[in-house]
Structures are given as C-alpha cells and as structure tokens.
C-alpha cells in the first residue's frame, strides 16, 4: 500500500508517494514519485500530521496544460466557440497519441483537463455530439483565422508554398466519398478518401486542406487547390508540388495569377524526346554536382515547355541509385535467365522484354532501358538558379512531414468513422492539431531544439497534479489541496520554450 514520506533535501522538505516491498526476508521501499514542497503552514493553514495526509488522485498535467496554453495562443477557443472545450479534448488527445472516441473519453479522466477547462466532466455522448456539430461549421473560416493567428506568431512567410495529396482507406461502408483504387503504399482495392493539403514553403504553416472522393485525381485537387490560395491573402510566389500533380493546365493556371512553379516532373516521350542526344557521362563533372543532404546528383538544366509555358528542365543524375538499378536488373535477368530454359511461363512480364524470341538476352533493350536509371526531372519557369531549385524542391519533405504527423501522431490514418460528415470533421480535428504541433515545432526550431513535437510533448506525460487531503481525527477529509510534483531541468525548458506565456 502507497503513503506518503517527508524526505529533507538542502533544507527544504519533499513529499514523496512510495511503497514497501518484501526483498527476501527484508522489507524495503519503493519510490513511485516525488508530489513537490511539504505545504507550510501558512499556505491556506494546512496544518497536518504526514500520517493523516492520502492522495485523492493524480492527474496528467504537464501536455495538457502546455496544449491548453498553445490552444488559447491561436485563439481556437474563440474560432470553436461553445463546442470548443469537447473539439479541443479530441484535438490533443490526438496530439497525444490516444485513438478513438471512448478512449479518449477514458483518457481524459486521467488527465486535469476537467480542471484546466473549467467543466464537470467530458462523456463519449459529448464527443460523439461535437464530431458532429464541428461538421456545420465553416471549414474556411477555421482554416483562415488559424493561418492568420499562426501568422501573427511566427511572422508572414512569403516564400510560396507547398502542396501535396494523399489518400487514406476507409473502415466503413456508408461513406459516397469513399471510392476503391490503389494506395500510396501501392495496396489495391481500398475504399479510399483524398485529402490535399497546403503549407508555406518556408515554415511550413498549415494553410488549407481538401477532403475529395477517392477517384478525383491529383492534379484535378492541385486546380480546385489553386483558387485557395488567393483567397488566404496569398496573392503569388512560388509552388513547389510532385510530379504525380503536374500537368500543363496546372501550370498555365499558375502562370495567369502570377505564380512561378518548381514541380517534379514523370518520365514521359516528351522528356525522352528532349534528352534523348544528351551525353550523360560528360553531365559527370564538378561543376554539375550538387548536394542535397545525403544524396550526391549531377544536374544540367535545359530549355523546355509545358503547356504555353516556357521554362526550363532540371535533369538530376543519381550515379549510385543508376548503379544499384544496374545490379539488381541484372541478377534479376540473370535468374530469369535459366527460368526461360526450364519453364519460361514463369518470367514476369516485366522481364520478359529483355529476352529474344529464341530465349537469348536482349542487349538493345537492357541498354534502351539503363540510360533512363538514376534519372528524376524537375521543371520551373522561375529565375532559380539549378542548386536553389533543387533545394527548393527538396524542401517539401516538410508536408510529408506533416502528412505523417496526420497519419501516425493525429491518427489519421485509417479512418473508422462511417458517415461523410464524421470523416470530414475527423480531418478538421487533424488539421486543428497539425496547427499546434507546428506551434511547438517552430518554437522548439527557434531555440535550437529538433525534436518530434508530439514526442516532445509526451515527455511531459510525468508531469502529475496530485490532489491530497489531511484525515480528521474521526475519518472526515479534511483541507484538500494539491501539489504538482517537481519538473526536471529539461522539462522546465521545454515548458518555457513552446509555451512561453504558460506559467507554472
């Protein structure tokens, strides 16, 4: 059984909760945790005996309060108005890494949230209820009275932006937005939701986000993507998007609003067509090489046309990528190789072009296929020189950063609710916490500190409010009050840094 011990440490005197325990024959004791300074005296007259002091409970303090604080920096709790309190105890059990509606509703019984809100008590009825009300509100609206919270915090970042889709399956059946196609990670015959998303380029805030069925193609989401732009007072710049979302019409619809892009761009004939007489041994010399983190690529950029719009090609040479495609094809040939001897229906197709009619190796159509190895291409009509575009590009590794915060830390990923309004609301409650981890990101980037954000905040899971009473000398309680156990260095830190107007 747990009770309490009076420790002194440098003349002050602790609390602390701990437990005996048989060793053998011996007895010892087992420190659970440390509940802060003894209360004195003149601290609200407590006046005790340590044997009369019990712990009522202990409640997770430290990221609640800390996401409470963000929350009322980016102003949610007037954006959500009277739902507020129940969206935002989905939105950081989220950013805590709990999942479902009545886990979260047992979670925040362990937590001070009933406190730190203000409010009795938080059911799975409540829950359930503001899912459903968040879906009436105007999605646009949130999204733009965050965006200009964030920006007033963090300053205005007219670098351009970021645009990214993705998709995730569905565990439901009464969903219409839900269609069944091929995943991100190449799984077929998945009911699928779209769900597009923009940020600045530079630090990376959360601007928009779109939720379409799961057969709208990307770049039909990138053009409906466009017109947000201007309606979140951002007026031009640069777009950096994927290949998978380039296309002429995108590009022209850019160029028309005054907008430059930088977008990857597929292998298709008219990029063979205009590479074709390239000599890419000679593209293999020191004043083409460019580095990009880990990754080494020799680059050479030339004229080329989307569309009406001119720019130029940035082709990116990747020798160690082309040398490893190089060897993995050949041990593949090489085994397909004694297959066409022995039972041919078993080469795969992909294989199979490389042979001749007789069986043979085809060396024209290995040698056809190996120039393109290693190759990747991007396009821009902007003034970026060939290393800025490359950089630039590679940059938005920052909303696959955000994606996966969705995906694994918000839970976005798979969606388990059935009706469409849900799911919309669900997303709503991701990108309302993709806000305040990117909150914490940037203010942990600014102070030299490169954590995961939701790692970040649940190293401060330790942090208890403990809540005691003094026992009469008839059983009654008596003087209830509670202490919040001693924070370490790094945590008081951390406190500081992500939530500067919090005080503890």
């Not at 928009?208 to 007026?235: L, P, R």
């Not at 490389?354 to 190796?361: E, P, Q, R, S, T």
Request: hydrophobic share 40%; charged share 25%; with cysteine.
């Amino acid at each position: 059984m747990a009770f309490i011990r009076k420790i002194k440490r440098n003349g002050k005197t602790y609390l602390a909760e701990v437990e005996n325990y048989r060793d053998g024959v011996k007895i010892k004791q087992r420190h659970i945790r440390y509940l802060g300074l003894e209360p004195s005296s003149s601290e609200g007259d407590i006046s005790f005996y340590l044997r009369d002091l019990e712990v009522e409970s202990v409640k997770v303090y430290g990221p609640v309060i800390v996401l409470e604080s963000i929350a009322r920096d980016l102003g949610l709790f007037d954006i959500l108005g009277p739902n507020a309190h129940s969206i935002l105890t989905l939105v950081f059990a989220h950013c805590l890494d709990y999942k479902s509606v009545l886990e979260t509703e047992r979670w925040f019984l362990k937590t001070d949230l009933a406190a730190v809100f203000g409010i009795d008590k938080m059911t799975s009825n409540q829950l359930y209820q503001a899912v459903s009300d968040l879906s009436g509100y105007d999605f646009e609206e949130i999204e733009k009275s965050i965006f200009e919270n964030l920006t007033s915090i963090f300053g205005e970042d007219e670098s351009g932006v970021i645009y990214d889709g993705t998709n995730i399956h569905l565990e439901g059946s009464q969903s219409e937005l839900a269609k069944y196609g091929k995943d991100k990670q190449g799984v077929s015959s998945r009911k699928l939701i779209q769900i597009g998303l923009g940020v600045t380029r530079t630090l990376g805030l959360p601007i928009f986000h779109q939720v379409h069925e799961g057969n709208v193609h990307d770049t039909k989401m990138f053009n409906a993507a466009i017109s947000k732009f201007s309606a979140m007072n951002i007026k031009s710049g640069l777009a950096v998007f994927d290949r998978g979302i380039t296309s002429a019409e995108c590009i022209s619809k850019l160029s028309k609003l005054g907008w430059k892009c930088l977008a990857g761009v597929q292998n298709h004939k008219g990029v063979k067509a205009v590479i074709s007489d390239l000599n890419f041994e000679r593209m293999q010399s020191l004043r083409n090489l460019v580095v990009q983190g880990d990754t080494k690529f020799f680059a050479k950029s030339i004229p080329f046309t989307i569309g009406t719009i001119n720019g130029k090609l940035i082709i990116l040479q990747n020798s160690l990528k082309k040398q490893r495609i190089l060897v993995d094809r050949l041990a593949l040939i090489n085994e397909a190789k004694e297959l066409m001897k022995s039972d041919p229906k078993q080469v795969s197709q992909d294989l199979l072009k490389f042979f001749n009619k007789d069986g043979g190796v085809n060396r024209h159509a290995i040698d056809r296929v190996e120039k393109f190895d290693g190759l990747s291409f991007l396009f821009t009509n902007s003034k970026l020189s060939v290393p800025e575009a490359i950089s630039y590009y590679f940059e938005k590794d920052l909303i696959e950063r955000c994606f996966r915060l969705s995906k694994s830390v918000l839970k976005l990923r798979p969606i388990r609710l059935m009706l469409d309004n849900r799911i919309r609301s669900h997303i709503m409650i991701c990108y309302i916490g993709l806000a305040l981890l990117t909150t914490v990101r940037l203010r942990m980037k600014k102070a030299g500190i490169y954590r995961d954000p939701g790692a970040a905040l649940r190293s401060l899971d330790s942090i208890f409010k403990i809540y005691l009473t003094c026992k009469k000398k008839d059983g009654r309680a008596n003087n209830p009050f509670h202490k919040v156990n001693t924070l370490s260095n790094q945590q008081h830190r951390l406190i500081r840094v992500i939530s500067p107007n919090l005080e503890m």
